[in-house]
C-alpha cells in the first residue's frame, strides 16, 4: 500500500502563499485520484483539492481560485499551490487517494498576522 508524507507547511501572513508537496512511497500512476484534504481541531477532515489520473482538477468552493492542485506520476508527487490564504485556511493538510486509505502524519499550515 502507498504511503504519504507531506511537507511544506508553516506560519504565512493573510494573503500570502505555500506549496505543499507530497512524496509517495510508491507509484501512484495507477491511483485514478488523489486528493488533498484538511482538517482544523473539532471538525471532520474535508477535501480541498482532487485530481485525476490524466489531470482535470476539481475543487471545493472555498479554495477555488486560490488552490492548485499538480500531480507527478513520473516522480510519485502531488503539490498543492495555495495563493492568497486566509486564517481560514488554518489546519493540517493530508494528502491521499481518494477515497482515502492510510493516512500520513499531515503537514500544519497557519495563516496569521
Known amino acids: 500500500q502507498v504511503q504519504f508524507v507531506e511537507s511544506g507547511g508553516g506560519l504565512v501572513q493573510p494573503g500570502g502563499s505555500l506549496t505543499l508537496t507530497c512524496a509517495a512511497s510508491?507509484?501512484?500512476?495507477?491511483?485514478?485520484?488523489m486528493a488533498w484534504y484538511r482538517q482544523v481541531p473539532g471538525k471532520e477532515r474535508e477535501s480541498v483539492a482532487r485530481?485525476?489520473?490524466?489531470?482535470?482538477?476539481s475543487y471545493e468552493d472555498a479554495v477555488k481560485g486560490r488552490f492548485t492542485i499538480f500531480r507527478d506520476n513520473h516522480d510519485n508527487m502531488l503539490y498543492l499551490s495555495m495563493n492568497d490564504l486566509k486564517p481560514e485556511d488554518t489546519a493540517v493538510y493530508y494528502c491521499?487517494?481518494?477515497?482515502?486509505?492510510?493516512w500520513g502524519q499531515g503537514t500544519q499550515v497557519t495563516v496569521s498576522s
Open positions: 491521499n487517494e481518494d477515497p482515502p486509505k492510510t
Open positions: 510508491g507509484s501512484i500512476s495507477s491511483i485514478v485520484t
Open positions: 485530481i485525476v489520473l490524466w489531470g482535470a482538477a
